[in-house]
């Protein structure tokens, strides 16, 4: 009997701890869920915030393609800007070139016409003065002969009323010639000496 206590003992200690045995087990396995349950629920946080990260950076990464593409559109349109810029100060700088050149063949131009001018003018002038003086000199000639016409003629008559020289009475035609030859002759020279 005490064989079949034991083996009743140990069979009862079995059930019961079969029992105990299966108690723990729900309870491992209850627990076990629980964490495969919190673990599920880690992993679903966990891809839904992969979800959301993955969301944040094709977002960040749309801005940053967006800005690197409205920077690089900015820096062309001022590229372009500049280049516009430049080619219109060199339109407008050949403009004014051309301008140039234009106004400096005309100056260049109107001084030589004004020069050549002037040449005409000096000789007009220098042809006026040079007429000028022969007039007057042609002036004093023909008061200088006038005068001396008028001496000579006063001479004369002068000589005729005294009776002096080769116009006194008495003295031939041919006399009277030569002595008039020798007082022009006398006159011409006594009228050059004093141009010169």
Request: overall charge positive.
């Amino acid at each position: 009997m005490h064989d079949h206590f034991k083996v009743s003992f140990n069979e009862h200690d079995c059930r019961q701890l079969v029992k105990d045995l299966r108690k723990q087990l729900v309870e491992v396995k209850r627990e076990k869920e629980e964490q495969i349950t919190k673990l599920d629920e880690d992993v679903a946080h966990c891809k839904d915030q992969l979800q959301e990260l993955k969301a944040r950076t094709e977002l960040l990464n749309k801005y940053i393609k967006k800005q690197s593409d409205v920077k690089v559109q900015c820096s062309q349109r001022q590229q372009q800007n500049k280049e516009s810029d430049l080619y219109n100060e060199r339109e407008r700088l050949k403009q004014e070139l051309a301008k140039e050149k234009r106004a400096h063949a005309e100056i260049e131009n109107y001084l030589k016409k004004h020069i050549e001018y002037m040449e005409r003018e000096e000789v007009v002038i220098e042809h006026r003065a040079m007429k000028e003086r022969q007039r007057l000199k042609e002036e004093q000639e023909k008061k200088e002969n006038t005068t001396a016409t008028k001496l000579q003629a006063w001479w004369r008559g002068m000589m005729v009323r005294k009776g002096m020289g080769p116009l006194r009475k008495g003295v031939r035609r041919k006399e009277r010639r030569e002595a008039r030859k020798e007082s022009q002759t006398k006159n011409k020279n006594n009228y050059n000496n004093r141009n010169i």
